[in-house]
């Protein structure tokens, strides 16, 4: 495994604990969902889903507002010369994936309703 996917997968693990122990917020749960760093590691995108989906703006608000907090936080656990400059944006895969399983759930009731009405005798 090259340095970069190593660094972005040490970064989520380190972020999200650090996130769920320092920088939570109340009734959220904020979940780091990906770390992609730039080849020369000078700026990192990370994609955080937030539950429930209402509170996405505040969190992220939040992670930007406090992001120097996170980062000496981070420096504590981590043992880097430099950390990248972090991009925070909200990750919906979460939010269309649950859109999906509805829609699918759905499909498969109508499905149900329409092979007892073929049922002789109802």
Known sequence: ????PRLNEML????AAVINREVGLPNA?????????SEDL?????G????PDNLA???????????GQIVGLLRQRVK?????KFVWEFDATEREASKIERLIAGIDEEDNEDND?????M
Do not use: F, H, N, W
């Open 42 to 46: 000078k700026q990192a995108r990370i």
């Open 1 to 4: 495994m090259s340095k970069v």
């Open 12 to 15: 989520r693990e380190e972020l």
């Open 57 to 67: 703006g505040t969190a992220l608000r939040k992670l930007r507002s406090e992001s």
């Open 29 to 37: 749960l904020i979940t780091v969902t990906y770390v992609e760093c």
């Open 117 to 121: 009405d073929e049922r002789p005798g």
């Open 80 to 84: 880097l010369r430099r950390l990248p």
């Open 48 to 51: 955080v889903s937030v539950l």
